[in-house]
């Protein structure tokens, strides 16, 4: 089962089933009736142009796909706090519970109310690095059906078609907790940094020694079932041991440049348009460098969660949104700041002095591989924010500011 709630869901819906591994059963809601009749077309850089594409079967709301038994529920709905939690399902949809919930969603700390609510279900946590977009049939034009040929022409399908780049990673883990707890058998014995326990017994207390052995030994097969699946399908997906650093990574991506998009109204190639790069970017870099700093304080090392992240990150933007090939070094905005160099110094204090400019500025060769972004490319937040429905303000910026309370962390810029 699977939803095609936005442009992420349908993707991962046409790669599970282009795997011919699995059936996906497709939750979508206002889109049911026009995918129904006239299909869903994916222009994609990466698969080609699929024209009036339907999965197996097609569904508009969690209840009606209830009636029978899923090996896997992969979701990529919204987030929002006065939206239906995805733990709070009907009487039906708990008669069949999976033994595998997917998480393909934004945001900081989504998967523990569903590990309290369920916890013999398995949680992989997914990180998904992809450009895609929902666009109204009348105004698109595609590629031909090869990604290699990209002669243009229009298409009229009458139904939603998904414009898709070719940036398509996923990275999945299996869903522990948050926070690194050095010695799960004895409770008493966790770092002050641990934050909350994912895998839990019955009675909603923490499992130990065999029993947690057990279940995270079965949880592992399950991944590696999940891995198998969308990788046949074509999806360039990884299996980590450890999954929240990467969901951090992430997160610092969506806390600054959607955000700010959606503040300024801006795609991010007008967001980091050369004019602007003096006065984006900083702004960008100490805001993720704040999520960092929150990180750190739970305990995610320079091992887990480098401190290059946020500028490879940056990197990867910008290469994406401007021109072909990599960024050899960070653009002066960055490297002139005082305050910046402050910042490397408190989240990085150990660079060797041969590893800095002589203005005191680490000297970074970052060489991030990737393809070209859509130049209109608009983050989800944005996109949401101009058609009036929610946004994933909470699980993105709220949790954060949440757990940096916790720990006495100030961030100011979050604060905003």
């Known amino acids: 089962m ?5 442009p992420k869901g349908g993707i991962y819906a046409y790669v599970l089933e282009r795997s011919q591994r699995c059936r996906v059963t497709a939750i979508t809601r206002s889109l049911y009736d026009s995918i129904q009749t006239h299909g869903l077309t994916i222009n994609s850089k990466k698969y080609g142009l699929i024209e009036n594409w339907r999965p197996y079967r097609l569904v508009r709301s969690a209840d009606e796909a209830a009636d029978r038994y899923y090996r896997f529920v992969p979701t990529s709905a919204i987030l929002a706090p006065f939206l239906l939690p995805c733990h709070q399902a009907s009487s039906d949809a708990r008669t ?6 997917v998480l393909c969603q934004n945001g900081i700390g989504i998967e523990q109310s569903l590990a309290e609510a369920f916890p013999s279900v398995h949680i992989l946590s997914c990180v998904a690095w992809i450009m895609a977009t929902l666009t109204s049939p009348s105004v698109v034009e595609s590629r031909t059906s090869t990604p290699q040929n990209c002669s243009v022409q ?14 398509d990673r996923l990275v999945i883990g299996l869903y522990e907790g948050e926070g690194f707890a050095e010695n799960h058998d004895d409770p008493d014995q966790r770092p002050c940094n641990w934050y909350v326990e994912g895998l839990l017994d019955e009675d909603g207390t923490a ?17 590696q079932l999940f891995l198998d699946v969308i990788t046949a399908g074509g ?3 990884e299996a980590v041991g450890h999954i929240q650093p990467a969901r951090w990574a992430k997160n610092m991506v969506n806390g600054a440049f959607s955000t700010m998009c959606t503040l300024s109204r801006a795609s991010i190639a007008q967001f980091l348009a050369p004019d602007f790069l003096p006065h984006t970017l900083p702004a960008v870099r100490e805001t993720m460098v704040e999520m960092l700093c929150v990180a750190r304080a739970l305990g995610y090392r320079e091992a887990e969660l480098s401190a290059e992240t946020v500028d490879e990150v940056i990197s990867l933007m910008l290469q994406n949104s401007q021109s072909k090939g990599s960024v050899s070094r960070l653009p002066s905005a960055l490297k002139a700041s005082p305050a910046n160099q402050a910042t490397d110094r408190r989240i990085n204090p150990d660079v060797p002095p041969e590893d800095k400019d002589p ?15 859509q ?3 608009k983050p989800s937040m944005l996109i ?3 058609r009036n429905r929610p946004i994933e303000l909470e699980p993105i910026i709220g949790a954060v500011l949440e757990r940096a309370k916790s720990k006495a962390i100030e961030t100011p810029r979050l604060d905003l």
């Open 2 to 6: 699977n939803d095609i709630t936005c």
């Open 96 to 101: 069949h519970l999976p033994p595998t919930v």
């Open 154 to 167: 229009p298409i009229n399908p009458g139904g939603p078609i998904i414009e898709h780049d070719a940036l």
């Open 207 to 223: 499992l130990i020694g065999a029993a947690r052995t057990e279940k995270l030994q079965r949880g592992t097969n399950e991944m």
């Open 235 to 237: 999806c360039k997906a």
């Open 359 to 373: 203005d005191g500025t680490e000297v970074k060769n970052i060489g991030v591989g990737g393809p070209m972004g």
């Open 375 to 377: 130049p209109s490319f």
């Open 384 to 386: 949401d924010m101009e």
